[in-house]
């Protein structure tokens, strides 16, 4: 799977990250990720590669945005897909 990655700069203190939702399973982070990416908002998955077994360790997987996006995010989250 080829596909653009969005890097946030960890070391910069101003991208103050937020989860604004945890998963399951990498499939719906993904598609989550993907749904945000579209509409042009910077997202990154945490705790992806964690494997199934500690994901429940971990908390899930995370997708955290710039703290300043997550009004929007949230919004694109909540969209219903018009091509269902």
């Given at each position: 799977?080829c596909?653009?990655i969005?890097?946030?700069?960890?070391?910069?203190?101003?991208d103050?990250?937020v989860?604004?939702a945890?998963f399951?399973?990498?499939?719906?982070?993904?598609?989550a990720?993907?749904k945000?990416?579209?509409?042009?908002?910077?997202?990154?998955l945490?705790?992806?590669?964690?494997?199934?077994?500690?994901?429940v360790?971990?908390?899930?997987i995370?997708l955290?945005?710039?703290?300043?996006?997550?009004?929007?995010?949230?919004?694109?989250?909540?969209e219903?897909?018009?091509?269902?």
């Open positions: 799977m596909r653009n969005t890097f946030f700069n960890l070391a910069n203190m101003n103050n990250l989860t604004i945890t399951g399973n990498v499939i719906d982070a993904q598609m990720l993907g945000l990416e579209n509409a042009g908002v910077k997202a990154v945490f705790d992806e590669n964690v494997g199934n077994l500690f994901n360790l971990v908390g899930g995370k955290k945005i710039r703290e300043e996006d997550k009004e929007e995010a949230i919004r694109i989250l909540n219903q897909d018009e091509s269902l």
